[in-house]
C-alpha cells in the first residue's frame, strides 16, 4: 500500500482475518503465515481499484524528534530518502514487495520463499533481478536531479555571477 491509512485498514482486516482463521494455522512460522494473510488481503484491495492519490513521506514528521546538528545534511539526507522513494516507486509492484519484506523487515530467503509461495530460487534470482531494477531506477532518478540541477544552476548562475560582478565593480 502507497498510502498509510489504507496500510493501517489492511492490517487491520489482515488481523481480524488471522484471528477469525486461526484455527487454520497448522504450525510452522506464524511470522511468514501472518505476512502471507497481510500480502493477501493488501492484494484484495487493490483488486478493487481503489488507488488514492499517495502521501509523499514527510521527514521531519517521522524523524523521532531529532534534529540534524547540520542543515547541509540533513537536506541531503532528505534528497536520498525522496531520490529512495522515487525508485522504488517506480518499481513493479512483486520487486517492491520482494526488497520491502527481504531488506526492510529482514525476512529470510526461506521465510520470503514460504510466505510467498515460491520456491527458494525463485526468490534469490526474484531478489537479484529487483535489486538490478532497482539500481537502475535509483540511477534514473539520480540523473534526472543532476540535469535538473545543471540545467538550473545554468539559467541562473549566470545572472547571479553578473550581480557579483557589477557589485565588485561598484566598491
Not at 534528497?79 to 518499481?91: F, G, Q, Y
Request: glycine content about 8%; aromatic content about 8%; overall charge positive.
Amino acid at each position: 500500500m502507497r498510502n498509510e491509512h489504507d496500510a493501517e485498514d489492511v492490517v487491520q482486516e489482515a488481523s481480524l482475518r488471522a484471528f477469525r482463521y486461526f484455527r487454520t494455522f497448522s504450525g510452522g512460522n506464524g511470522r511468514a503465515w501472518f505476512l502471507r494473510i497481510v500480502r493477501n488481503t493488501c492484494w484484495g484491495w487493490r483488486g478493487h481499484g481503489v488507488q488514492p492519490p499517495t502521501d509523499l513521506f514527510d521527514e521531519e514528521q517521522h524523524s523521532g524528534g531529532r534534529s540534524a546538528s547540520d542543515p547541509e545534511t540533513l537536506l541531503l539526507q532528505t534528497d536520498d530518502v525522496t531520490s529512495i522513494e522515487r525508485a522504488m516507486r517506480n518499481l513493479p509492484d512483486r520487486f517492491r514487495e520482494l526488497l520491502v519484506l527481504r531488506e526492510l523487515e529482514g525476512l529470510s530467503y526461506r521465510e520470503l520463499a514460504d510466505q510467498l509461495g515460491i520456491p527458494m530460487g525463485t526468490v534469490m534470482s526474484s531478489l537479484s533481478r529487483a535489486r538490478q531494477a532497482f539500481r537502475a531506477a535509483l540511477n534514473d532518478q539520480l540523473q534526472r536531479v543532476r540535469s535538473a540541477g545543471a540545467s538550473r544552476s545554468a539559467r541562473t548562475g549566470g545572472a547571479k555571477r553578473g550581480i557579483r560582478v557589477d557589485r565588485a565593480e561598484q566598491s
